[in-house]
């Protein structure tokens, strides 16, 4: 991510526009703990502590194009977004929002940027989230599943948006080391392989009534299931914690997010077999937590 909104300002600057080095961002996003990274995701309790905010970011309301439009200046260089908003709640962006962007984009002579680091690499039914909208990115950024597990990230760009990185622009001190090139590798033979991804798409789809049916069942704790592919939370009712905590008696392992989500990222190989277990001990935690949140019966008065 680092590297994507380096990329951005380089190409305006090399572009000779030197001063369009800002970025929109969207309220409640989330993209790295450098920073950089921080202040454009721009939450407060990441920033806490780090001293002034790195300048250049502009948040705006998830979902307002309005906001997007009032916030396009002449210093603006892009436009970042995660196609599904993961430590934000699951929010899901609407297709036609992304394309709204790259129109947007496209009028101002500005950059689109998509992190994909938690909705790419097969995470929502197709090796990038944002072929589901059928909108593509200048630049997009990725990690988390590309190594299979082994610690990697890549930054991709259209040649035209990636003109200004010549070489010596950007590094790291482990880019591009034979073992994780290796890994990501080995991990693409598998994902492209035929049928990984049908099977993908497959199996988000019975998990996903799996959890319609947990939310019917105990609408006390389950307010709404979203996501998409197995990119899945649970938008609760009581506070998310107890369903965390819940679930981790019931020894499995899940984790928090804004909105009063509870988010569900299962491998992207795990078996039908393994969805049921899964499911059974969700609806266990539902169950423990529906009966602890019942109104207490009121006491007939005395006649």
Known sequence: MECAIKMARKYQSAGGRPERYRIITFEGAFHGRTLATLAAGGQK?????FGPVVEGFDQVPFGDLAAVKRA??????????????????????????LRALR????????LLLFDEVQTGMGRTGTLFAYQRAGVEPDIMALAK???GGFPVGA??????????????????????????????????????????????????????????????????????????????????VVPPGELVDALRA?????????????????????????IAEG????DRA??????SHKPARQQEPVR
């Open 279 to 282: 499911i059974a001990r969700l």
């Open 145 to 147: 599943a590309l190594g």
């Open 72 to 97: 396009i200046t002449g210093e603006t260089a892009a436009i970042l977004i995660e196609p599904i908003m993961g430590e934000g709640g699951v929010r899901v962006v609407e297709p036609s929002f």
């Open 155 to 236: 930054c991709l760009a259209k040649n035209e948006a990636g003109k200004g990185m010549t070489a010596g622009t950007h590094g790291s001190t482990f880019g591009g080391n034979p073992l994780a090139m290796s890994a990501a590798d080995a991990v693409l033979d598998v994902m492209l392989a035929p049928g990984f991804l049908d099977r993908v798409r497959l199996i988000a789809l019975l998990f996903k009534q799996r959890l319609a049916e947990i939310k019917d069942r105990y609408p006390s704790v389950v307010a709404e299931v979203r996501g998409e592919g197995l990119l899945m939370g649970l938008r609760l």
């Open 45 to 49: 309790k990441y920033l806490d502590g």
């Open 286 to 291: 539902c169950l423990k937590l529906s009966q």
């Open 250 to 274: 019931e020894k499995m392992i899940t984790v928090a997010a804004g909105d009063n989500v509870v988010r569900l990222l299962p491998p992207l190989i795990i078996s039908e077999d393994e």
């Open 103 to 110: 129109e947007l984009c496209d009028q101002h002579g500005l």
